[in-house]
């Protein structure tokens, strides 16, 4: 499975990337605790087992707590409010001390160390579940689950119309919305194309299911691809786990304030 290099790499490039792009508003100290998220935040519950084996005490308990903290979800649920509040803490110290620049002159509040949290954890287990176990992961398992390895997947008439026009209509309207037009701004533009995006993807996604899950015998819903699998793999690996570290940036009016350290 990914080690601690992989997962820095990984987050680190994205939180570095995402800071050139918003020009600070995701700062470095957003790119620490993403990161710090994402390298030991989930590996907790497996420190805990290790130790405990190497202390020869409490095994039970370190692999109850392996079992329960190494989970996306658990572990924010379990450790979210601990960890936002003593990452804020150390935030503040952080600026205060001139050990790590904020750029915009603010620490990081509770609120957006608690979206990082779970970025982080997300983030994780993407490379975890891809990489882990030979590829025998239970995610990865029900993502190929999703495709035709039933010999040679037939070609299916409905299927070819179908995803047909609903590809055709994302490509369309996505131009359409994006044609030269000087009433819309960018924002509005960006906005109507994803929520285009959105829609599309639930179309497809229950396209692909009634196929996989609602026909008796099942057939495969586009030739032999597991696109069921590879879209909500993708937006709660992903997407999510980036659109949180994009709600957790600094509001554009920080920008030029200095000295202030919300709680």
Known sequence: MPGPGAHLMYTLTIGSALLHLTSGRFSPHHCLVYALNSFLGPDLGSFAEWLT??????????????????????????????????????????????????????????????????AGSLSHFFLDHLFEENGNSKTYKWVLSTGWWKGTAPIDPDSVIVIGLLCASLLAGFI??????????????????????????????????????????????????????????????????????ILSMNQKDHADVSGQLPL
């Open 53 to 118: 084996s190497v202390l020869g005490v409490g095994r039970s308990v370190g692999s109850g707590l392996m079992d329960l903290v190494h989970d996306p979800v658990w572990y924010t649920v379990l450790l979210g409010f601990p960890l936002c509040v003593f990452y804020s803490w150390v935030s503040q110290k952080a600026l205060r001390s001139g050990v790590l620049d904020s750029l915009a002159g603010v620490s990081l509040s509770r609120k957006q160390c608690l979206l990082l949290v779970s």
């Open 176 to 245: 359409y919305i994006n044609r030269v037009k000087k009433e819309k701004t960018l924002k509005s533009k960006s906005n109507q194309s994803l929520f285009l995006i959105f829609v599309i993807a639930i179309l497809y996604c229950m396209w692909c299911a009634s196929q996989i899950y609602l026909r008796n015998p099942p057939r495969p819903a586009i030739g032999e691809e597991a696109d069921l699998g590879v879209i909500i793999f993708l937006i709660f690996y992903f997407f999510l786990p980036h659109g949180l570290c």
